[in-house]
Structures are given as C-alpha cells and as structure tokens.
C-alpha cells in the first residue's frame, strides 16, 4: 500500500542561484513550503523520495542538442544569465536543472511500479515556460513535458493530460503538444493581452493532427476562485470525460494568488485546496487515482507556503 | 510598414477566358478565396472571389432539372463574365495604412498589389492582421503590456523610458492613447517576467499603473 501522498524534493534544488535579493525565483520559494508542510495536519500522510538526474535522452526528446550545448557552456563559463536577464544562472544550475526535470521521471517509475499513486514534485528551477530551443520567465527545460514523454515513450501512455493552474500560459508545453494528438494541455491563466508571457489566447485549439488539443481558459484581471471552479465543474470536466486522458500530469503554479505581484488574478489560498480536491477527483475518474504535479510558479513568500499546502490537504482528500 | 514586406508575392492569377469549373478547382486547391484576372501581360483586368463563384453556380433550393441548366450554363461561362472589374488596388509604395482604411471602407477581403498596371501580389485582411500582430508585438512570447494613467505632465514619456533604460528593463514598444471619455493611457509592453519589479520602480515614481 502506498503512502497517501509522495513528495519528491531535494535539497540541491537550492542550489539554483539566481542571484539574490530581488529575484523572485528564489531558493527560498522551497524552504517556505517546506515549513509549511512540517506544520501541516496532514504531515504524517506525506512520504518523501529522491528525484534522479534526468538523462540526456529525455531532455533531448523536448530540447534541442543545440539549447542543451548552449545551457551547459552558459553555466561552464560563469555566465550570470542566459539569453535574457531573468534567465538567472549559476555554475550548478545545469545541473540542478537535470534534477528538476527528473524528479517527474522518479515519480513516474514510482507510479508504474505501484510504489506510488499520487505524487507532486517540489522543484526548481520550473519549467513551463521553456520552449524546445529557448529559455523564458526563469524556465530552462520544461519539466512536464520531460516527464510526458517519458510516461509516452516508457510506459506507453497514449493520452495524456497536462492541467496547468499556474497563472500565467505555458507557452512551452502549448508548443510542445499543440501539433499531436497524444497530449492534450489545458491551462487557466491570466488573458495574454495583460499578462507574461504573452501567450495562450482562447482561439488557440492546436493544429494538424494536434487540433482540439489545446484548450486555453484566459481569465481577466481581477478574476478569482468562483470563475476558476466554474471552468473546472462546467467546461473542463466535460472535456476531459470526452477525451479520457490514461494520465494526468499537473502543472501546478500558484503565483495567482491574490497577494502575488505576477498576476492581476486574484485566487485565494483556499482555491488551491479546492483544485487539489478537484485534481484527486479527476484521478479517481480517469487514472485509478495516479497523478503527478509539478511545481511552476508562486513567488510571494507569504502566501506560497500556505498555498501549497493547501493544495496538497486537497490532494489528500482532506 | 509597405504592403511590399507584407504581400503574398507572385500570386496565382488566372485569364478572364478560363472557364468557372477551372477557376473553382483552383480556389478550392489552393485553398484561396480571391484570384486576379490578368491580361497576357499580366495587367490586371478584374477580380475572381469565391463569392462570385457560389452566386453563379446552382442554389442548393432548386429542382434537379433547374440545376442541371444552370450546370450546363456555369460549364460554359468564362471568369470574364462575372469578375469585378471595378477594383480597388494597392502599389508596392501602398502602407499598411492604406490597406486599413480600404479595408474598413470597402469590407473587401483581399486586394491585388500592382506595380504599374501589373499584378505582382494579393495583400489580404489575414495578412494585414498578421502585420499589425507583429507591429504591436501581439502574441510575442516572453512580453507583457502594462497601462499607465497618462497624466499629460511634461516629460512623462522620457521619464518611463529612463526609468526602465537605467534597470535595464526590455521593452519594445511605448504607445500613447488619447480617449477624452476614459482618460489617456500610455501602454507599455515590457519583455521581462519580473513584473513586481516594474510596477514599484513605476509606482514608486509617482506613475499610476493600470492594475486589475
């Protein structure tokens, strides 16, 4: 019988500089939710695992050799950023970015060896804004869609389901599965015309064989938790009971909250409780209760932690 | 912001002696909706629109027998029967702007590009969205616009500029909106994921930012 929830985390994750003082991809963002979950009632239903290096292989089915050469020698030459100056680096973050992106393949190997059922991977640096080539808004490889194809190309899941509650659009995982049938992204965010990075507009359904893949939910600034529960009950459980995704993978961000400066949304922290609630549902529906979220975004410190957990009380059905 | 950079460049054009049955395949292979009906030289003579087409071909209402006759009819009809002949045409030197107001004006769909009397593009309203989505950086990944109340103090402009120039904040594009009703607006569309940082050194600068 597997622990109720699984935590795949490390302490090297730290390790990730990013310079200090006024970014707000901080190491501290992991310390937070640490304490918040060692305050959390439900700590005892938590186990915890190692994450592993992702290989080569995987990251070069989502990047291109070229993206992985150049992150590698940015980091090698002591560069402080990478393409753009919120791309902050430091000598390990190559490193600690392999480490992020395979903490999805660690919980994926738990799952399919029955060891685990329900599994969120507390990482940095995120990933969903990383396009196949590029860096963007803190992202370096983009840890979903590692994992996604892991879980295709490993264990043959053919349906597989991205959910991304961040508050911004993953532009990175829409490119990655907007032209092919087996991955269907669907993402709540802040309308492109006033938020980073720009992307996810509602008219965007994908293309080629990936058409009706793409399901974008923009809401308006100053929207918050009735119009989120709303898309959840009305528009996307209908879509997914169509669909019947045979995994789901969980891009969990929770920078909109409303005391978090990088949207105009304004989500409560009982709103993540409500989504983890929602996330178990949808697992118990489609994937005999496997799951695996990973964490993007949520950069104010004060309200992160307590966001997390809540989302995680909800994961548990608590 | 010349129509030249824009255009599709050496579109199919067809002879205003092609019969409508022709003219139908082409559109419907290559997936147009305007042809320009062209001279040996290549000299615009009028325009082909798949409008034209389903007006001349038989209404889905009629008997079996009424649409066979028109059939036959359609099958012996040339382009230059039913093209429009009164066009309306952009130059190579013709702008963006230009395109705009014919557009607005005539609720045309595409408009052939001439370089004297000949035909050497189709500038369509898709192609004028897409211009505009690039001028404005719509769509661009990595950015974000942010409204500014528009106070009409002097320098306002300058001092924006400075402000992100001296943190070195990418931006792209600065625009300033007059709207009597609403108050003016400067938008600014910044190129950077570090968003609580440019609403401070705004805000802190006594400049009044547009939040939800």
Known sequence: ?318 | MYISRHMTADPVTVSSAMSLPEARALLNDFRFRHLPVVDENGALLGMLTDRDLRSAYPSSVLTDSERRLVYEKVEKTTVAEIMSTDCVTLRLDSTLDDALFLFDRDQMGALPVLDGERVVGVFSIRDLTTAYKKLFGVGEKGSMLIGIDDDGSHGIMTRIVNLLEEQNIPFTRLMRVYDERKGNTIYLRINTFKIAKVYSLLEDAGLAVKRA
């Not at chain 1, 393949?105 to 060896?113: N, P, R, S, T, Y």
């Not at chain 1, 929207?223 to 528009?235: F, H, M, N, Y």
């Not at chain 1, 920078?255 to 949304?265: I, K």
């Not at chain 1, 964490?295 to 909800?314: F, I, N, P, Q, T």
């Open chain 1, 1 to 318: 019988m597997s622990a109720p929830l699984t935590i795949i985390t490390d302490q090297r994750y730290l390790e990730h500089d990013t310079g200090g003082g006024e970014h707000p991809e901080s190491p501290v963002r992991l310390q937070v939710i640490s304490q918040a979950l060692e305050a959390s009632s439900c700590f005892a239903d938590i186990a915890f695992a190692a994450p592993r290096v992702a290989e080569r292989e995987w990251l070069a089915k989502v990047h291109t050799e070229d993206w992985l050469f150049r992150f590698e020698e940015a980091v090698l030459a002591g560069r402080t950023y990478i393409d753009h100056t919120d791309n902050q680096i430091c000598y390990d973050s190559y490193d600690i970015a392999c480490l992020s992106a395979g903490a999805g393949l660690a919980g994926i190997d738990l799952i399919e060896e029955g060891k685990a059922h329900n599994i969120f991977c507390l990482v940095r640096p995120p990933g969903h804004h990383a396009e196949h080539n590029i860096p963007f808004g803190f992202c370096f490889f983009n840890n979903c869609v590692v994992a996604a194809r892991y879980w295709q190309y490993c264990y043959g899941k053919k349906r597989i389901l991205v959910f991304d509650f961040d508050g911004h659009h993953g532009n990175g995982i829409q490119s990655a599965f907007e032209d092919e049938a087996a991955g269907y992204y669907i993402s709540i965010h802040e309308h492109p015309s006033f938020s980073y990075p720009g992307t996810g507009y509602a008219d965007e359904h994908g293309m080629g064989e990936g058409k009706g893949t793409i399901l974008n939910l923009p809401l308006s600034p100053g929207a918050g938790d009735s119009q989120v529960v709303k898309l959840l009950q009305d528009v996307i459980l209908p879509k997914l009971e169509e669909w019947q995704p045979d995994a789901i993978i969980v891009a969990a961000g929770f920078d909109a909250h409303r005391e978090d400066e990088m949207t105009g949304l304004l989500y409560s922290t009982e709103l993540y409780h409500t989504i983890g609630l929602v996330m178990r549902d949808w697992a118990e529906r489609f994937t005999e209760g496997r799951i695996l979220s990973i964490l993007e975004g949520g950069y104010e410190l004060s309200v992160l932690g307590d966001s997390v957990e809540a989302y995680v009380r909800g994961l548990l059905g608590r």
